[in-house]
Nanobody, 122 residues
Framework: VQLQACGGGLVQAGGSLRLSCAASGRAFSGYAMGWWRQAPGKEREFVTSISRSGGNTYYADSVKGRFTISRDNAKNTVYLQMNSLKPEDTAVYYC????????????????WGQGTEVTVSS
């Protein structure tokens, strides 16, 4: 599975962005998907994940209520809608894929995209 993330950019605090991650290769619907982020000087942290069907989602407390993950298996794409953005959301955002059930453990993910940068100004 190859993953290509896009949609990052510069936005003011309180604004919104939607990230997309397009997958190619093996059957997309067989993979749970996740979004992770890494801020400068910090470790990569879990943001959200979604099950293969899209029926189950899991969010980090820091983004709960502001971010929404979704997927379109017909388009082989997962999305991350980010609302009410804060300066602390500034990071490079990565999408990742794993076979089977969704997870918030980074080591469970087999495939990673190249990342897209999000900068939130105050």
């Amino acid at each position: 599975v190859q993953l290509q993330a896009c949609g990052g950019g510069l936005v003011q605090a309180g604004g919104s962005l939607r990230l997309s991650c397009a997958a190619s290769g093996r059957a997309f619907s067989g993979y749970a998907m996740g979004w992770w982020r890494q801020a400068p000087g910090k470790e990569r942290e879990f943001v959200t994940s979604i099950s293969r069907s899209g029926g189950n989602t899991y969010y980090a407390d820091s983004v709960k209520g502001r971010f929404t993950i979704s997927r379109d298996n017909a388009k082989n794409t997962v999305y991350l809608q980010m609302n009410s953005l804060k300066p602390e959301d500034t990071a490079v955002y990565y999408c990742a894929a794993k076979p089977g059930s969704y997870s918030y453990v980074p080591g469970d993910y087999d495939y990673w995209g190249q990342g897209t940068e999000v900068t939130v100004s105050s």
